[in-house]
């Protein structure tokens, strides 16, 4: 069964700071990889999505992942936060006919 | 992006009576959907996945009896909370996909709670 984990269940910056936000997975096959945020009061929508190819994925509002296979990990970076990136982030695994979340990283930027 | 839509967005009962809660892909066909619950303050649970046509494969410890999932077309899928009980009370989330894929769209949620 493939399995996700987020390290960090809350963090606060301050704006301006940069953020990484850990992701690890397991799974044996070929995954797909998917960031989502849900900010407050809002459905969860897509933030970016690793399929194939560069490692190096660029999604919107200015975030990116890396895929590092050898580490089984997906971390989400932005240089510099703003108060509006306040949200839930879930980072997410597609392997074989099924989607699964992590716990999900709450953060809360500070203006 | 694609629309899915979910309703009720929040529905109350009484304990041991049935809810059913409504998915549906609106511009595209849903090939698979998905079927989560999500507790305060926790992560989204998987409960079951269900494809069109065919029987929802759930998780384990869901009762299959008690979430009944049905896939009957490609636009609609729904969950019924059967002899529903206070502890059933959460957010039901559901999500859809055309292909394996591509990116899931999901519902706005349906708020659950059971007196």
């Known amino acids: 069964a493939q399995s996700v984990s987020q390290h960090n269940h809350h963090v606060i910056l301050s704006e301006a700071a940069s953020l990484e936000l850990g992701c690890n997975y397991s799974y044996g096959g070929t995954v797909n990889l998917f960031w989502y945020v849900q900010y407050p009061g809002q459905h969860l929508q897509l933030l970016l999505k690793?399929?194939?190819?560069?490692?190096l994925v660029k999604g919107i509002k200015g975030f990116e992942a890396e895929f590092i296979k050898s580490k089984f990990s997906f971390n989400l970076r932005k240089p510099s936060v703003q108060w509006s990136d306040t949200a839930e982030y879930f980072c997410?695994?597609?392997?074989?006919?099924?989607?699964?979340f992590g716990k999900g990283t709450m953060l809360l930027v500070s203006p | 992006g694609a629309v899915v839509s979910q309703h009720p967005s929040w529905v109350i009962c009484k304990s041991g009576t049935s809810v059913k809660i409504e998915c549906r892909s609106l511009?595209?066909?849903?090939?698979?959907m998905f079927w989560y619950r999500q507790f305060p303050k926790q992560s989204l649970m998987l409960m079951a996945t269900?494809?069109?046509?065919?029987?929802?494969?759930?998780e384990q410890g869901v009762e299959k009896d008690k979430f009944l999932i049905n896939h009957a077309s490609l636009t609609l899928s729904t969950l019924t909370v059967t002899s529903a009980h206070p502890e059933d009370s959460s957010f039901y989330i559901c999500s859809a996909i055309q292909l394996m894929n591509t990116e899931a769209f999901f519902g706005q949620g349906t708020r659950l709670t059971v007196v």
């Open positions: 997410a695994v597609n392997g074989y006919s099924t989607l699964t």
């Open positions: 269900s494809n069109e046509g065919s029987k929802a494969t759930y």
């Open positions: 511009d595209f066909q849903a090939t698979t």
């Open positions: 690793y399929f194939s190819g560069d490692p």
